[in-house]
Nanobody, 124 residues
Framework: QVQLMESGGGSVQAGGSLRLSCVAS????????MAWFRQTPGKEREEVAS???????IYADSVKGRFIISKSNDRDTLYLQMNNLKPEDSGTYLC??????????????????WGQGTQVTVSS
């Protein structure tokens, strides 16, 4: 059974940094895409960044140049380094895993598994 568990959220002031982690277990697929999504009340879940098995990355325009997605060599841990945080970055960050290659524009429907999320709050 595939499980995803996020950690690393917290409260920071604007301009600060946080590093999120997502520990993945129970999957052995050679082809996959992993991503971070952001959920805020009243809004559709937004894909922030994704990375595939070859290390290719995709970022939302709103976080380009500030966030970095990466994964451990053993594929078990997904990271999101968030720098120069802004109040609009606040939300619940969820880790997601797909059996398919990453696909810009496919949205949350591409993903088969989800973590519970970790809260990020950025104050001005």
């Amino acid at each position: 059974q595939v499980q995803l568990m996020e950690s690393g959220g917290g409260s920071v002031q604007a301009g600060g940094s946080l590093r999120l982690s997502c520990v993945a277990s129970g999957y052995t697929y050679s082809r996959y895409c992993m991503a971070w999504f952001r959920q805020t009340p009243g809004k559709e879940r937004e894909e922030v960044a994704s990375i595939d098995g070859d290390g290719a990355t995709i970022y939302a325009d709103s976080v380009k140049g500030r966030f970095i997605i990466s994964k451990s060599n053993d594929r078990d841990t997904l990271y999101l380094q968030m720098n120069n945080l802004k109040p609009e970055d606040s939300g619940t960050y969820l880790c997601a895993l797909s059996h398919k290659y990453c696909d810009t524009g496919a949205g949350q429907g591409l993903y088969n598994y989800w973590g519970q999320g970790t809260q990020v709050t950025v104050s001005s």
